[in-house]
């Protein structure tokens, strides 16, 4: 089983949902005009309800509620076709799946290394193999990228990605910095919330979510998040990226610009909700953001993959399960799957 390490290099790092101590000062990536999200220095949700501070964060690692995970959870990877003519989705795992819609291949959020961290010697450690062996991928034409956290934001499956394949990375203000350090060469389109791309054949759309940023102590909000809407030959998908629940905002902007065939949704990180509530949602959320962001299926996102919060493994389905059956959701409709998973979304 996993041993609690406290102040791990997770939350030092700003790895998922874990806070840090905010060190004031300039702006290390971006730099633009005020707006009703960036006060010339810091991006910031419009709502004001903010993220945990150090002192709130100690109190959560001394707090002695984190469930053992095991260390090892075994995974039977797919191989995906090259190309497929209407819309199938793959579980790698976190937040990555391959959407493979009207013969263009996405990735949403890539990570397929072992460490969602900085280095990969230590850091918070997956439990699944990814869903699809990196040399099994497809060719690639477009990754979006949410925001810069380690466990969304992994640089070396970028750059094997973009040595291979050469695709375009759309992804919010900032984070185009932080990419060109890593990858000078890398095709990176970047946006403020609602810019929108053409891309490969699609329509990418940035979308405002609720949630934060950091690659270290000194770069909170630095570099802005977002979710997005994906207009593909055979209908929209919604990518939600990390989120809060926000009282429904952030699916309420994305049902502006729906409906979507497919939603992928953030179940998972959730636990201790006093800590975790400004930054994500938990299941109950999951299926209430579901059923407002006009999305006809769901696949389950964020969970399972690197212990980052409390919750134990299989919490975050086991609850969306009952969040369903309190809906009266079936859970054909919103899917929680292993990594390997392929689905064919129904027409």
């Keep these: 089983m996993?041993?609690?390490?406290?102040?791990?290099?997770a939350a030092l790092l700003g790895v998922g949902a874990c806070a840090a101590r905010e060190v004031t000062m300039g702006n290390r990536y971006y730099s633009g005009p005020v707006s009703d999200h960036f006060d010339g220095s810091k991006f910031f949700?419009?709502?004001?309800?903010?993220?945990?501070?150090?002192?709130e964060l100690l109190r959560w690692q001394t707090s002695g509620g984190r469930q053992d995970w095991p260390d090892h959870v075994p995974v039977t990877q797919a191989v995906p076709d090259e190309r497929v003519t209407d819309l199938r989705v793959t579980f790698i795992g976190q937040a990555t799946s391959l959407i493979q819609a009207g013969g263009?291949?996405?990735?949403?959020?890539?990570?397929?290394?072992?460490?969602?961290?900085?280095v990969q010697f230590a850091g918070p450690a997956r439990v699944t193999a990814p869903g699809i062996a990196f040399e099994d991928l497809p060719p690639i034409d477009l990754v979006v990228l949410s925001h810069n956290h380690y466990d969304h934001m992994d640089m070396p499956t970028l750059r094997r990605l973009h040595e291979r394949d050469g695709m375009p990375v759309v992804t919010p203000l900032g984070n185009d910095t932080i990419l060109h350090d890593a990858i000078p060469d890398l095709d990176v389109r970047v946006?403020?919330?609602?810019?929108?791309?053409?891309?490969?054949?699609?329509?990418?759309?940035?979308?405002?979510?609720?949630?934060?940023?950091?690659?270290?102590l000194r770069d909170r909000h630095d570099a802005l998040w977002c979710s997005f809407a994906v207009e593909t030959p055979v209908g929209r998908v919604l990518v939600m990226g990390d989120t809060a629940f926000d009282g429904g905002r952030p699916y309420e902007v994305a049902a502006r610009h729906g409906p979507y065939r497919l939603a992928l949704i953030p179940i998972g990180a959730y636990a201790p909700r006093w800590y975790m509530a400004p930054q994500h949602q938990d299941p109950a959320?999951?299926?209430?953001?579901?059923?407002?962001?006009?999305?006809d299926y769901a696949l389950a996102q964020h969970w399972g993959t690197f212990q980052l919060t409390d919750e134990a493994r299989d919490d975050p389905v086991i609850e969306l399960h009952k969040a369903l059956a309190e809906a009266g959701i079936s859970q054909d409709v919103f899917r929680a799957v292993p990594p390997g998973t392929v689905w064919d979304l129904p027409a």
């Design 191 to 216: 946006g403020d919330w609602e810019d929108v791309f053409e891309v490969g054949g699609a329509t990418v759309r940035l979308l405002q979510c609720h949630h934060w940023s950091a690659r270290g």
């Design 2 to 9: 996993r041993r609690r390490t406290f102040l791990g290099l």
């Design 45 to 55: 949700n419009p709502d004001g309800m903010r993220t945990r501070g150090f002192r």
């Design 285 to 295: 959320a999951a299926v209430a953001g579901f059923r407002l962001s006009t999305a």
């Design 104 to 118: 263009l291949n996405i990735l949403s959020d890539p990570i397929l290394t072992k460490h969602a961290s900085p």
